[in-house]
Structure formats: structure tokens, C-alpha cells
């Protein structure tokens, strides 16, 4: 994850039942519940606009969130529920379920890349294709990395980084099984089209050459 913890604004909701919620919505806020962490649920309500924008950009229940709400301390949060309508698809409800420091969570970790003046494939016009620029991790809340760096100063045209050439923060985990593939170098299009040139202009392995002959000469 790049940066610091996003903040995340609210509004402690005096009211509660379906009666607030609908004067929540009406004044243009979504409410919402805190839960977790041994402390009593915290009702909240959040700007329309602010969450819709949140939910836009993507990744929003993958994302930890420093939840700042007027008289209480701040605390890190992950979204656990977004209830929407079912007619506009809009935001009615979410419920953020407070992390303690060992909570075991899921997020996307953004993927720093390094060694790309060093790279061999670089040096030749290779193309280095980042095919995850995120990684999804199972981290500790307590101890949640900014980012992971993969190396690519020795890759050569044709070759990749998979997961299992990353070294992990301590604690983080992939959330795939697979190693999979986190970057590839490969060749610029100009060589590409060339080679293929070269490979059309090449005969078929089995393919040998023949003469056409005549019927023998009569003795």
C-alpha cells in the first residue's frame, strides 16, 4: 500500500434505528457502525459524496482506513459490509469493524520496482511489463507494510519475477497459493517483428529441398 494510512471522516450519530438512518440519508450522509476492538459499537454517519468517491476508486472493503470521528481517538478500521440500494446501486449503509494491533487482514500492498537502471533487458530496449503494480497480502494490522520491492537490475528480455522472488515484510503472507507472476521484461515490438520475419523466412525443419529428374538415359 503506497503512502500513509488513508483518513476516513465521520460523524458520531446521535440517533439510532431506521428512523436516523433516514434522516442520515435525507442531510446527504450515510450511516454506518463501528464494531470490534472490546469496545462498544460507535454509530457514524459519513458525506455521501466522500464515500461514493472512496467506492469509485476501487478496493474499498481491501482497504485499512485511520477513522477519525470528532471527541473520539483515532482508530484504524477495515470495511466489512457496504448495504446498497438495490434499484440506484447506491451507498446506504457500511459497517468498519475496528483492528486490533495482531488482527490478520487482507490488503493490497503497492509493488515498488527497483534496479531498473542495472537491467540488461532495460539496456537493450526491453519492455518491462508490470502486470501487478498491487500484490494481495494477509498482513498483521499492527504492522502493516508500505510497499514491496521487487529487484529487476539482472533480468534479460524473456525473463520475470514471480512472488516467490520477493522477500516478504515478516508476518505477510500472499493470499494466492500459486507463484504467480508479478512483472515480465520483454522484447520491444520492433525486435519482436523482426524475429518473426526472420522465422517465416526460415524452411520447415522437415522440409528438404528436391530436383526434378528426368528418366535415365538409354544405354
Known amino acids: 500500500m503506497a ?14 434505528g431506521k428512523g436516523a ?10 450511516p454506518g457502525i463501528v464494531f470490534g476492538g472490546d469496545i462498544d459499537p460507535l454509530p457514524i454517519n459519513i458525506p455521501f459524496n466522500d464515500l461514493l468517491k472512496k467506492l469509485k476508486a476501487g478496493r474499498f472493503k481491501s482497504t485499512l482506513f485511520n477513522l477519525k470521528v470528532d471527541g473520539h481517538e483515532d ?20 459497517d468498519l469493524m475496528r483492528l486490533r494491533r495482531a488482527t490478520k487482514i487482507n490488503l493490497f500492498i503497492h509493488v515498488d520496482v527497483q534496479g531498473e537502471e542495472e537491467s540488461p533487458g532495460l539496456k537493450r530496449g526491453g519492455v518491462l511489463n508490470l502486470i501487478r503494480p498491487e500484490v494481495e497480502l494477509m498482513v498483521t ?57 526472420e522465422d517465416e523466412d526460415q524452411p520447415e525443419a522437415d522440409e528438404v529441398p528436391t530436383t526434378e529428374m528426368g528418366p535415365p538415359d538409354d544405354e
Do not use: W, Y
Not at 482508530?75 to 457500511?94: F, G, K, Y
Open 21 to 30: 438512518a433516514r434522516q442520515a440519508r435525507r442531510d446527504g450522509m450515510v
Open 75 to 94: 482508530v484504524r478500521v477495515i470495511c466489512r459490509d457496504v448495504q446498497r440500494d438495490v434499484v440506484r446501486d447506491l451507498p446506504t449503509h457500511l
Open 3 to 16: 503512502g500513509e494510512t488513508a483518513d476516513l471522516h465521520a460523524q458520531e450519530r446521535t440517533g439510532t
Open 141 to 197: 494490522a499492527g504492522d502493516i507494510p508500505e510497499q514491496i520491492s521487487i529487484d529487476v537490475s539482472g533480468l534479460n528480455i524473456g525473463d520475470s519475477v514471480t512472488i516467490s522472488d520477493v522477500t516478504l515484510p515478516q508476518g505477510a503472507k500472499p493470499t494466492i497459493d500459486r507463484d504467480f507472476v508479478i512483472a515480465t521484461l520483454s522484447a520491444p515490438s520492433g525486435l519482436r517483428a523482426a524475429e518473426g520475419e
